[in-house]
């Protein structure tokens, strides 16, 4: 099993953990997870590969999956299971992946911005990865210097300071925290979704689509619903991809109606 890093917000209430999108960390729900205190706290976690969790040698949504579900449950009183499981885009589908390999371990389940599909915009991951493999780390004198240099090809200030939260500075220079090469290689598995066989899971599904977004379709909805029975399509208006980020405060409300339903 792979080491998985994680980090607990709160001390009371029922646990949410987050799994967090390509080239994130768990810190990027820290505000998400502030604000639903003290009814929740919050397991924000980094997927193999990214943040301070262990690299590994190839992509595997299950074994990603099975990675996160033995951290959940070495980390958790007996208490805080089952836990409720968020997961955005890449973390989407592991977490639907967890929930079908471990649906004693989850509550509810909530996926944002993804289908169980192949498919999906990967040219956008395909253009930032690229550049973010193509800036030399050894001309990098600095932060600043970096955002500067790519800003020519990626010129959203937003999508550019996500990603550079991943630079990190070492004794021999600048470096990318996350596993860039393997995680680059592995779009076309990332874009994948494993066949899951008959599994299913039974507990109550939120289902996040972003208006502006092309990840979600109604027709994925008979596919979704075969592996989530009950699953409940919302989509979010004005949002991107980036439905937590872009849409925080109708995010969080989401996440609370949907926790507090009977």
Same mark, same amino acid.
């Given at each position: ?18 799994? @967090? ?6 810190? +990027? ?19 193999? +590969? %990214? ?27 007996? /208490? ?14 592991? $977490?639907?992946?967890? $929930?079908?390999? %471990? ?23 395909? @253009? ?7 800036? /030399? ?14 800003? $020519? ?58 208006? +502006? ?30 439905? @937590? ?18």
């Amino acid at each position: 099993m792979t080491d998985i890093a994680s980090k607990l917000i709160g001390s009371t209430g029922k646990r949410i953990v987050f799994l @967090h999108g390509l080239f994130g960390r768990g810190k +990027n729900f820290t505000s998400i997870a502030k604000a639903l205190e003290p009814d929740y706290s919050s397991l924000l976690v980094d997927l193999p +590969n %990214h943040g301070d969790s262990e690299w590994t040698e190839d992509f595997s949504y299950v074994d990603m999956a099975d990675s996160v579900a033995a951290m959940i449950a070495e980390v958790s009183a007996p /208490d805080d299971l089952p836990v409720h499981l968020v997961g955005h885009s890449l973390g989407g589908k592991v $977490a639907m992946v967890l $929930a079908l390999r %471990h649906p004693d371990l989850i509550d509810r389940l909530v996926v944002v911005d993804i289908a169980p599909t192949a498919g999906g915009s990967l040219g956008v991951f395909e @253009h930032l990865l690229s550049s973010l493999a193509e800036l /030399d780390l050894d001309e990098i004198e600095s932060r600043s210097g970096a955002n500067e240099t790519l800003e $020519a090809k990626i010129p959203e200030d937003t999508i550019r300071g996500f990603l550079l939260q991943n630079l990190r500075t070492t004794s021999a220079g600048y470096a990318w925290q996350p596993n860039l090469t393997l995680l680059h290689e592995s779009l076309p598995a990332i874009g994948d979704f494993p066949d899951m066989g008959e599994a299913s899971f039974d507990g109550p599904v939120l289902w996040m689509a972003g208006e +502006n977004s092309d990840y979600v379709s109604r027709e994925d909805l008979p596919l979704m619903r075969s592996l989530f029975p009950r699953a409940t399509l919302l989509t979010v208006k004005g949002s991107g991809h980036w439905v @937590h980020s872009e849409q925080p405060k109708t995010f969080i409300s989401a996440l609370q109606t949907f926790f507090s339903r009977d």
